[in-house]
């Protein structure tokens, strides 16, 4: 079965700090990657996903994420966050079928940004 | 994207009780399916709404705890039958997006607490 890892648990950072969260993910094939955010008394929302091509990838909100294939990694990045990036992120996986899959979700980080 | 209403959005229910949680999308979608989010913990899938036939649950998860209902392509039900103090936790309503497979649409989720 996949699984999803996010190795930072709770992360603390000043406004303009650079931001890299970790999701290493387990499953072998070909596979459909999120990162959702979820900020303070709102719902889940997408922030960006990979299905194929670049292995770079823009979101919402000057986000990014790369794929590492051989890393099994979507490690989701920005060079400068704010104070409103103050949210609870998740990294997702699914296989890619070409249909409807179940998402696996990592535990989640807890991004907070001080002024 | 589609617009989820989960209704209640909180609640306090007394162990042994029964509660259902109501999903409605303001549009026709294939895939719905139920998540619970118990504190500190990520997101898992508890089943797929099947419209028309008995939902798919997820290993762990069994018919008799958490019955659902799928009668047309907007509407769902989850009932979190018999309540313990485990069960308190928020349960998520999802739809997949008609732009693409996979990409997922959350509702705000509705609050347990089983006292």
């Known amino acids: 079965a996949q699984s999803v890892s996010q190795h930072n648990h709770h992360v603390i950072l000043s406004e303009a700090a650079s931001l890299e969260l970790g999701c290493n993910y387990s499953?072998?094939?070909?596979?459909?990657l999120f990162w959702y955010v979820q900020y303070p008394g709102q719902h889940l929302q997408l922030l960006l996903k990979?299905?194929?091509?670049?292995?770079l990838v823009k979101g919402i909100k000057g986000f990014e994420a790369e794929f590492i294939k051989s890393k099994f990694s979507f490690n989701l990045r920005k060079p400068s966050v704010q104070w409103s990036d103050t949210a609870e992120y998740f990294c997702?996986?699914?296989?890619?079928?070409?249909?409807?899959?179940?998402?696996?979700f990592g535990t989640g980080t807890r991004l907070q940004v001080t002024l | 994207s589609a617009v989820i209403s989960q209704k209640p959005s909180r609640d306090i229910c007394q162990r042994g009780t029964s509660l259902t949680i109501q999903c409605q999308v303001d549009?026709?979608?294939?895939?719905m399916f139920w998540y619970r989010q118990q504190p500190g913990q990520s997101l898992t899938l508890i089943a797929t709404?099947?419209?028309?036939?008995?939902?798919?649950?997820e290993s762990g998860f069994v018919i008799d705890k958490f019955p659902i209902s799928r009668p047309n392509l907007t509407f769902s039900t989850l009932t979190v039958s018999n309540m313990s103090p485990e069960d308190s936790s928020i349960y998520l309503c999802?739809?997949?997006?008609?732009?693409?497979?996979?990409?997922?649409?959350f509702g705000a989720g509705s609050r347990l607490t089983v006292l």
């Open positions: 999802s739809v997949q997006q008609s732009s693409g497979a996979n990409v997922l649409t």
């Open positions: 499953y072998g094939g070909t596979v459909n």
């Open positions: 990979y299905f194929s091509g670049d292995p």
């Open positions: 997702a996986v699914t296989r890619n079928t070409g249909t409807a899959s179940k998402l696996t």
């Open positions: 549009s026709q979608v294939t895939m």
């Open positions: 709404a099947n419209q028309g036939s008995e939902a798919t649950y």
